[in-house]
């Protein structure tokens, strides 16, 4: 799908990316991979920045890609609780092999050998009962490929029959998933691009990961970023993993030396921390998620960052 725009004056100068995300409804990480792409042109020129600026008269066009419609089946499933707290479950694809949802900050995928109750399994298995058999493990991970850190929040995509299971059980381990997500981090980026690829392992203290050689132990993990906004204090980051290892976005930013904001385990405690108790949860959401069908079909499907997080923008000011 092809958009066309023609900037008036009252929209001249805003960054190319804002614009294309406002007008057309997605998120600014869609936008700056349709850029990346070739699919933007302004006056008929391709452009490769995202921040270049808009003038009066310019003809700008887009060729979308077609993604799955945000809450095309359920708004919004309540009722689950954990530690007296209540969480929102949003279901964005009901298909017969699989749903995506968005998890929300807060809620443990599913219980560790601490045996927790109250988590997204529990949920899974009350509201898609058939799951229950699907999978690795069912009676703990019922469906589940893949997770998300407790304290972040966005995309998952849970199967609902055994083949679709194994099928992109062997996406994950081919690398074929492609995921995105936005996060914040402490302070200012100095590039605009990076790959960052230090190697992983379990820290001494046994809830933590770390950076490590490999000649320590440590495990293959990189993590691509491009900066989207920089603030004074703050960077907005598009993440893209390439590797799946646990924590490893949080781990490679803490690492890198920016921790992310909101971030429990992975901080610097000599730092002063007012942003993180102002935000109050973690600053790492899941916006972009493609992967193929059980017919092979690539599909894609994205989430806005929760309104705590914009909202949360709002109060930072841009770097000049």
Known sequence: MQASFLIIESQAGQRLDKFLAEQCKSSRAQV?????????????????????????????????VKSAPLNSIVPIISGLQNDGAAYAIRVIAEEPDYIVIEKPAGLLVHPTELHEKHTLADWIVAHYPECAAVGDKPDIRPG?????????????????????FDALKQQFKTREVQKEYQALTHDV??????????????????????????????????????????????????????????????????????????????????????????????????????????????IEYESALPEKLETFLKTLKVKQ
């Open 189 to 298: 980026l100095p590039e605009d691009v990076d790959d960052i690829d230090f190697p992983i392992a379990r820290s001494t203290q046994e809830a933590r990961m770390s950076a490590r050689p490999l000649s320590q132990g440590g495990k293959e993990a990189r993590t691509e970023y491009e900066v989207m906004e920089r603030y004074t204090n703050a960077t907005l980051v598009r993440v893209i993993p390439k590797t799946g290892r646990t924590h490893q976005i949080r781990v490679h930013f803490f690492a890198l030396g920016y921790p992310l904001i909101g971030d429990p385990l992975y901080f610097n405690k000599k730092d002063k921390r007012k942003l993180d108790a102002a935000l109050g949860r973690l600053f790492l959401h899941a916006t972009r998620m493609q992967f193929a069908n059980i017919t092979g079909e690539t």
């Open 32 to 64: 700056q991979k349709w850029i990346k792409n070739g699919g933007v042109t302004v006056n008929g020129a391709a452009i490769a920045v995202p921040h270049y600026a808009v003038k009066k008269d310019d003809r700008v066009e887009a060729m979308t």
């Open 144 to 164: 589940i490929v893949h997770r998300l850190d407790k304290e972040a929040s966005g995309l998952m995509v849970i199967a609902r029959t055994q083949e679709f």
